[in-house]
């Protein structure tokens, strides 16, 4: 049987079945159709500016190397005129994070870009094996996830760069679009499918302007959004990229690993499925209640002005194992709402408005982290609009500056109850022989959250 | 949905022995029954008999599948119109049962089933109507309507677009026989577990926009009210329910319906429908709430108030002019596309479905 000529050049012989539409196509082809595919969503949603410095979240593995390795290559193809830094967030997972670091070092000499690598440790005083050893394997990828949302943005402000990319594929996005639908979580369900999230300080100051960037005001943008992860794979492969295969050994929560095995089965069905539920995340956004103001008619196409605050973002490299932990405690706060309102043991009682209003921006040094601070608080103005309480309004943590709906911000809250945990009579010796206090230790932590805050400014 | 509390006695007459555990609750069969009559019969509030003049009945059309929801509801809408009858000499509304015929092999057992149902609810008016019925329009005659169906599915490639497309047009068919035959609504009989598969199989096929017509009750885009009774009884509590009243409905089902839903081994015969029911048949298991916490978030949904509003030419709902056809949004990312596709006047989900040579036939 004659070998089948590509679907493209019809020279050479095609060796690659597309994941996405079947199309059969050799290496080269395949090679430059999902270049110019990201390409293609780059500029139709104008993710960049030139002169941009963009920083990308890279953990080692597939979706953020071939990020780093696609950028680069367009970068300088169609004259971006970016500046692409790794960043890297080490959550202190030994025999995880060790070797995908690594595989983060050579990235960086292969593509030629800085490097900086921020760990939990420095940032919260915890190492994920350290959270993991108090709270226990479930539940953990809570913390995970709030660290590092947290740590990107700190990491992009010590590097003074107000936008950051992060590998998410086309599977997260579905993956997320049917949690948030199991979940019933409409507020993310309306903002998950943006390519860009940005918070309103950020979406104002989108053009490019001197002001040093803070930690509320950074882009976070999806160049993968559109892109099948098998595709990615495919790609890394075919482009001989160096990328470290290991999934975290910690295992996703169950309504992410339920809705990744949902999604693998539907892609085996049809390979189409995977965007059809992008696409249909994307036109359901525009159906939850409140969108409109959300986007407040300044937000075009397909960029959303959603907040980036605790949007999920999950494991990228964990696989579909389910604890059902998560699962069954939703369930069970479900039938007891269910059943409080068939006793009708509930009444309605409404709280007097209280909204947290956003900082100003113009102040954008990263407040420290201190205990003690809780009299401070952020700048609020007066409300002008007498709306309820049910819509997320953003201000800023009262702890650390962060981002947030509440008034302390949840990374600041499972810091509190990890560290209230903490022994408080553990005796350790210094390396001069002085003894210190687990008490002392603690009050020196902040610091290094001031150290940051100097190094930057 | 065994008694797990084994010997318990049940939490709402508290004098019978449990049956059954419903919703982490012991329950008796007496209560049992009375819990599921009463959260369909709730839902009827609109149709009570003083909202009926004594001249003229309200009709709604009850489309029944055969299945375990439509045969249910069935089942306790017959007897709540007999107690209306009794207590009030009046009934709030009058039933009339149809049948979609979709395969002419099964006409055999249809009828003998239509016969089982007709001896014990021939009280309501009945009728049957076969799918290809929806290409008559212009005075085909039947055998060209069923020519034309079948030259529409031979173009179809995939079973999950061949399910899709049938239900679409049976749904379109029940809506047509409703309005000819003066319906004042249409009656489905989604339990909640079906709300929520069609919720993720919809959003799976590309038609996340229709989500908050999947649901609502109430006005349909169609023009005539779709109310949906069982949507708050959950599909493995029809189950139990079907033999704990007497005589029991599992007769009255079409052949093999209660067997439990698994995916053929090969990805070729599988649906984005097998799949989801699939899925929700062990999602309810252990966790019923987040069922219907699906159907109840989805029904949170607004409907668009969009200008340039046209009707995809398959599914017949609205939908935005610039969002027809699957080109020219983010996630088409082709730099040269054949723009064709959408000027066929379908929406992307049925883009998804049916090509270019299948929108020509459709009726």
Same mark, same amino acid.
């Given at each position: 049987m004659a070998p089948t000529p590509c679907e493209l050049c019809s020279i050479n012989r095609a060796l690659i079945l597309r994941p996405k539409n079947h199309q059969k196509l050799c290496k080269t082809c395949f090679i430059s159709t999902f270049e110019s595919e990201i390409h293609h969503t780059i500029t139709t949603t104008s993710l960049f500016h030139p002169g941009e410095r963009i920083a990308i979240g890279a953990s080692g593995g597939k979706d953020s190397t071939v990020l780093a390795s696609v950028l680069k290559t367009l970068n300088e193809r169609h004259n971006y005129g970016l500046e692409l830094i790794l960043l890297s967030i080490d959550e202190g997972i030994k025999g995880y994070r060790d070797d995908s670091l690594e595989t983060v070092k050579r990235n960086a000499q292969q593509y030629d870009m800085e490097l900086k690598i921020v760990g939990y440790d420095e940032l919260y005083g915890w190492t994920m094996d350290q959270v993991v050893e108090q709270v @226990? /394997? /479930? @539940?953990n990828c809570t913390y995970c996830g709030v660290f590092r949302r947290q740590a990107l943005d700190r990491g992009a402000a010590m590097l003074g760069v107000q936008h950051v990319v992060t590998g998410h594929n086309a599977d997260d996005m579905a993956e997320t679009v049917l949690m948030n639908l199991l979940r019933g979580d409409l507020p993310r369900l309306s903002r998950s499918t943006s390519i860009m999230t940005s918070t309103p300080s950020a979406a104002a100051a989108a053009v490019p302007s001197q002001t040093k960037p803070s930690l509320t005001n950074i882009k976070r943008s999806k160049p993968l959004k559109y892109a099948y992860e098998k595709e990615i794979v495919l790609y890394a492969l075919h482009k001989k990229l160096d990328y470290f295969s290991t999934e975290c050994i910690y295992s996703p929560e169950a309504f992410r690993g339920s809705a990744r095995t949902l999604i693998k089965n539907l892609e085996a069905v049809r390979p189409s499925a995977i965007l059809d539920v992008v696409r249909s995340g994307e036109d359901m956004a525009k159906l939850v209640p409140g969108y409109e103001d959300t986007c407040a008619g300044k937000c075009a196409g397909s960029t959303g002005a959603g907040a980036v605050e605790e949007e999920e973002a999950g494991c990228g490299s964990a696989a579909g194992r389910s604890g059902g932990g998560e699962m069954s405690k939703m369930e069970q706060h479900l039938t007891r709402n269910e059943r409080a309102d068939e006793e009708e043991l509930e009444i309605e009682i409404k709280l007097p408005i209280q909204v947290e209003f956003l900082k100003d921006p113009a102040n954008d040094a990263i407040p420290l982290r201190k205990k003690g601070r809780k009299g401070v608080k952020s700048a609020s103005t007066p409300q002008s609009s007498g709306k309820p309480v049910t819509k997320q309004t953003m201000g800023s943590c009262e702890n650390c500056g962060y981002l947030s709906s509440q008034k302390v911000c949840k990374a600041c809250v499972l810091l509190e109850g990890l560290n209230k945990n903490r022994p408080k009579v553990a005796v350790e010796t210094s390396t001069d022989g002085e003894i210190v206090s687990m008490q002392q230790a603690r009050e020196e932590l902040p610091g290094a959250v001031a150290q940051m805050s100097v190094d930057q400014s | 949905m065994p008694a797990k509390h084994i010997g318990a006695i049940c939490r709402r007459c508290n004098i019978l022995e449990a049956t059954l555990t419903v919703r982490s609750d012991p329950l008796c069969r007496d209560c049992f029954v009375k819990y599921v009559h009463t959260k369909v019969i709730k839902r009827m509030e609109a149709f009570r008999t003083r909202h009926s003049t004594a001249d003229q009945t309200r009709v709604l059309l009850l489309p029944v599948s055969f299945g375990v929801s439509s045969i249910t509801l069935l089942h306790i809408l017959d007897g709540h119109l007999k107690a209306q009858n009794e207590r009030t000499g009046r009934k709030g509304f009058a039933l009339h049962v149809l049948f979609v015929e979709e395969e002419l092999s099964t006409r055999e057992e249809l009828e003998k089933k239509v016969g089982f149902l007709k001896e014990r609810y021939g009280r309501h008016e009945f009728s049957s109507i076969h799918l290809s019925q929806i290409f008559k329009s212009g005075g085909n005659s039947d055998e060209i309507s069923q020519t034309r169906m079948e030259a529409l599915f031979s173009t179809i490639k995939s079973a999950t677009s061949l399910t899709d497309v049938a239900i679409i047009l049976r749904t379109r068919l029940i809506v047509q026989f409703a309005q000819d035959s003066n319906c004042e609504g249409i009656l489905w009989g989604d339990s909640t577990t079906k709300l929520a598969e069609k919720v993720l199989s919809e959003t799976a096929k590309g038609r996340g926009f229709t989500l908050p017509w999947q649901v609502a009750d109430g006005m349909s885009p169609y023009g005539i009210p779709f109310y949906y009774p069982m949507r708050d009884v959950l599909k493995k509590e029809i189950i139990a329910h079907l033999d704990l009243v007497s005589p029991p409905l599992s007769p009255l089902l079409a052949n093999g319906i209660l067997a439990p839903t698994i995916a053929p081994p090969s990805a070729k015969n599988t649906t984005i429908d097998i799949l989801m029911r699939q899925y929700f048949e062990s999602v309810e298991e252990s966790y019923p709430s987040i069922v219907s916490n699906v159907v109840r978030t989805t029904s949170k949904l607004q409907a668009p108030l969009d200008a340039n509003i046209s009707l995809c030419k398959l599914c017949k709902l609205p939908v935005n002019d610039d969002k027809l056809g699957i080109h020219g949004w983010g996630g088409d990312q082709a730099i040269l596309t054949d723009a064709d596709e959408d000027r066929l006047g379908l929406c992307y989900g049925c883009s998804r479905a049916v090509g270019r040579e299948g929108a020509a036939l459709l009726p």
């Open positions: @226990g /394997k /479930k @539940g | -």
